[in-house]
């Protein structure tokens, strides 16, 4: 009969287990990076079909390292998973870098151990800076301020 694990054995086992995983998604967001097709919507090539599907193989090649029966659909949804992580990460970042008042110690600093290794999405997951053609309410002329000869009733 075999011998049974205790609480403290399993725990060292699993985190031993999530590092060896993670250290693997380390290197397969490595791998992401160098596939700017992928990721980088600013090239001609992310709207490339052909050159995406290369390079989806070649990551799939890499993913199947650690799980062999992988595929395209299982990669696209890790990866789609991993960037929405990300990106909830950068908002809580750029939300507390927004906010009034905050001094330096409320800068939010993530810990999650994706959150560098993603770090090259950073330009292409943030938002850009919008510039609106739009008159701001505040700045828009009223009835009284316009001159009367200049005023157009519409019936």
Do not use: C
């Not at 011998?3 to 060896?20: F, P, Q, V």
């Not at 330096?104 to 943030?126: G, I, M, N, Q």
């Amino acid at each position: 009969m075999g011998t049974k694990k205790s609480k403290a054995e399993l725990r060292a086992e699993n985190k031993e287990k999530r590092e060896k995983e993670q250290e693997f998604f380390v290197e397969v967001i490595d791998v992401y990076w160098t596939l700017t097709s992928l990721w980088d919507s600013s090239l001609e090539s992310y709207h490339d079909r052909t050159k995406r599907n290369e390079e989806y193989n070649l990551l799939l090649h890499k993913y199947q390292e650690m799980f062999p029966t992988a595929d395209i659909g299982k990669l696209k949804t890790w990866i789609n998973t991993m960037r929405t992580n990300y990106r909830a990460e950068l908002k809580k970042e750029l939300k507390m870098k927004t906010k009034t008042g905050s001094g330096a110690d409320a800068v939010y600093a993530s810990t999650k151990w994706y959150y560098r290794p993603l770090s090259f999405l950073h330009d292409v997951e943030t938002p850009a800076m919008s510039s609106s053609t739009m008159i701001p309410p505040s700045s828009e002329p009223t009835l009284e301020e316009v001159p009367a000869d200049e005023v157009i009733f519409i019936q």
